[in-house]
């Protein structure tokens, strides 16, 4: 199987990195400076054990590949670019018809497996409208995007934990062979028929992220109340909407238990993936993916969720600006959002 990483940044980058490592056939899709480096001196992948350089080929898009059946495409890109890049690779023709037979290709929408290697819950979905595989993956891993061609996981004493699954339930053999090429190439991996509770559930710890983003990190008191805030919101809509989960305990212990952080070279992960993408000012983040499906949740079900509406509303703001991640002050977001809880408690009794 060959693997099409789209979006070969943190996480993908360093997943096609082991992958490649582990004599995997891999193909990473990027842009810009990334690609460059990519293409002239290969991805740099740097762990708590070793730092090593691969070359799989590299390429902007689709266009620049033939498609075969034996093709598996990993999409890591962040969620508000999911829609628009899954529309351009379903349509690419894969080749497949019989010689001579004068049929036209089918398309990648038709063969290929789509897996979701991305936070929240909205893009099995949104896959789902194009593709006729689709798989989610929930993954339990640090990773950042340190410079053009350069990656580092900081995850010890395995690089990440994934759990693959069909969309919306099931398993099937694409999900059986990415998961035992990912244990291959030093992973901990495996396949699961509810992979949505997986991912249900990390969401909950994702909910933190904008606060990361914003103040700087989790460590005062008035970051981990608003997180205490913010996960409260999510349990009683995911109660509303009968959404099943594990709660906060299961997806913290994943992360910190089985795939801690550690320094890489004497250097820590500056931050999750909203404070990456504030950090390099890319101008968007993925706060309507993680606080903002919360907050539809509430619109749907009639549960207040001031809170995540607060946390989604402020990074959008940061990232329009190309603010730096770690600007807000964390008493003053909390003031704010008791405030607005207040407010939505006077309104939901009247």
């Known amino acids: 199987m060959r693997y099409i990483v789209i979006g070969a940044g943190a996480v993908g980058g360093s997943v096609g990195g082991l992958l490649a490592r582990a004599g995997h056939d891999v193909v990473l899709v990027a842009r810009g400076a ?19 350089t691969v070359r799989p080929p590299a390429v902007s898009g689709p266009g620049e590949l033939t498609l075969s059946p034996a093709d598996a495409l990993l999409l890591a890109v962040k969620s508000q670019d999911s829609a628009a890049i899954l529309a351009q690779w379903s349509c690419q023709p894969v080749a497949a018809s019989p010689a001579g037979q004068g049929l036209p290709d089918p398309v990648a929408a038709d063969l290929l497996p ?5 936070n929240g819950v909205e893009n099995e979905r949104a896959a789902a409208r194009q593709f006729a595989q689709v798989f989610g993956v929930g993954v339990q891993m640090p990773a950042e995007l340190t410079g053009p061609g350069q990656v580092m996981a900081p995850g010890s004493p395995v690089p990440g934990q994934l759990e693959i699954g069909r969309y919306p339930a099931g398993c099937g053999e694409p999900a059986e062979r990415l998961a035992a090429d990912l244990a291959a190439a030093g992973f901990i991996a495996a396949v699961t028929d509810r992979v949505m509770v997986a991912k249900h559930t990390k969401l909950l710890r994702n909910l933190r992220n904008a606060i990361i983003a914003a103040c700087g990190s989790m460590e005062s008191g008035p970051a981990r109340t608003l997180a205490a805030l913010a996960v409260a919101e999510a349990e009683e809509c995911y109660q509303a909407a009968g959404i099943e989960h594990l709660g906060l305990s299961a997806a913290n212990a994943a992360r910190q238990e ?10 820590t992960r500056g931050g999750g993936s909203t404070w990456q993408s504030l950090h390099r000012r890319t101008g968007s983040a ?13 619109r749907l079900h009639a549960v207040p969720t001031p809170v995540n509406e607060l946390l989604r509303q402020t990074v959008n ?3 329009a600006r190309r603010a730096a991640p770690g600007t807000v002050d964390p008493g003053a977001l909390l003031e704010l959002a008791t405030a607005r809880c207040s407010g939505a408690a006077q309104r939901t009794s009247s």
């Open 317 to 319: 703001l940061m990232a």
């Open 258 to 267: 089985v795939v801690a952080e550690v320094p890489v070279q004497g250097r």
């Open 34 to 52: 990334h690609l460059a480096a990519l293409r002239g001196r290969g991805l740099t992948v740097a762990t708590p054990e070793l730092t090593f």
């Open 286 to 298: 993925e706060a309507d993916y993680l606080n903002g499906e919360i907050v539809l949740l509430g």
């Open 114 to 118: 789509v897996f979701c290697l991305q």
